[in-house]
T-cell receptor, first 114, second 112 residues
């Protein structure tokens, strides 16, 4: 069966520090991969999605970036964090093909920028 | 792009009552409408979805209805239980063309 791993679960970082969140999927190949941010009262905001290695689409321009160095690995990064980057970050995957809209989420990372 | 509005933001019911959460969407080409449930501190999970070729879908105590003309869809939970307490998100997309756009969520509180 397919599983998605996301780490760390909790992170406290000072303003201006770098960020690296990692997500990996097991049990499937060539998945679509997504990064969402969930801020209080603002629902699920899509940040990046990828349909293949090295293919990244950005939905919201900001100081975050994403990379997909391997088929089942998705990384969210920042060179300098802002206070506004605080939130709950969720990685998700879906299959390629007709059921691509069905998302399976990771357990999330609670990021606090102080 | 698509815009999804969700109401209410908070809903409190007594155990055994029914709960209804409503969403409207803006893109008439959207044809896929899922609902996700997120328990406190946990990941969102898909609970039910509907495509635009049907008007209603049921799964035990949960049902979703779709009105394409009015561009709104609703989640209905009957005989609510305390374990139904969670945040529920609706979403919409146009298959093959777009990713999901989510509503802002509804916090459902079911009191024993």
């Amino acid at each position: 069966s397919q599983t998605i791993h996301q780490w760390p679960a909790t992170l406290v970082q000072p303003v201006g520090s770098p960020l690296s969140l990692e997500c990996t999927v097991e049990g499937t190949s060539n998945p679509n991969l997504y990064w969402y941010r969930q801020a209080a009262g603002r629902g699920l905001q899509l940040l990046f999605y990828s349909v293949g290695i090295g293919q990244i689409s950005s939905e919201v321009p900001q100081n975050l970036s994403a990379s997909r160095p391997q088929d089942r690995q998705f990384i969210l990064s920042s060179k300098k964090l802002l206070l506004s980057d605080s939130g709950f970050y969720l990685c998700a995957w879906s299959v390629q093909g007709p059921a691509y809209e069905k998302l399976f989420f990771g357990s999330g990372t609670q990021l606090s920028v102080l | 792009g698509e815009n999804v509005e969700q109401h209410p933001s908070t809903l409190s019911v007594q155990e055994g009552d029914s709960a209804v959460i409503k969403c409207t969407y803006s893109d008439s080409a959207s044809n896929y409408f899922p609902w996700y449930k997120q328990e406190l501190g946990k990941r969102p999970q898909l609970i039910i979805d509907i495509r635009s070729n049907v008007g209603e879908k049921k799964d035990q105590r949960i049902a979703v209805t779709l009105n394409k003309t009015a561009k709104h869809f609703s989640l209905h939970i009957t005989e609510t239980q305390p374990e139904d307490s969670a945040v529920y998100f609706c979403a919409a997309s146009r298959s093959g063309y777009s990713t999901l756009t989510f509503g802002k969520g509804t916090m459902l509180l079911v009191s024993p």
